[in-house]
């Protein structure tokens, strides 16, 4: 079962639930430093990853001045998810969004995959 809950800039909470693996995101309202923090627990892979995107995608939206991607609490970290944060850094630059990334470091199975890919260091961790 994946829940999505996504909290409106209003404060409202509007869950989405979904059969797919153990796994939610949860994209959090701007705080007043004009900072989104998407919180991504569970399974990264090709199954969730599509979710992750439409979240991503609402973070990106809100024209904050920071995106920071909480992976803490991931378990799983596919290729299909390096990509997608790839990719959300690329539109992050291009519309003058900061993109930090927390958790890495304490999360042996997202920090592994970016290490092996040589593509740590593409990224501001948090």
């Known amino acids: 079962m994946m829940t999505i809950t996504n909290l409106t800039d209003d404060g409202h909470d509007d869950t989405l639930i979904t059969t797919a ?24 892979d090709m199954v969730t990853v599509d979710l992750m995107r439409a979240r991503l995608r609402h973070a990106l939206s809100l024209r904050s001045g920071e995106i920071v991607i909480d992976l803490t609490y991931v378990t799983f970290f596919s290729a299909a998810g390096l990509s997608l944060l790839l990719d959300a850094q690329s539109a992050a630059v291009k519309d003058g969004i900061k993109l930090r990334l927390r958790g890495v470091k304490e999360n042996r199975c997202v920090l592994r995959v970016l290490v092996l890919t040589g593509l740590l260091s593409r990224f501001t961790l948090y």
């Open 21 to 44: 693996y153990a796994s939610t995101v949860d994209v959090g309202a701007r705080d007043g430093h004009g900072v989104v923090t998407v919180l991504v627990t569970g399974e990264v």
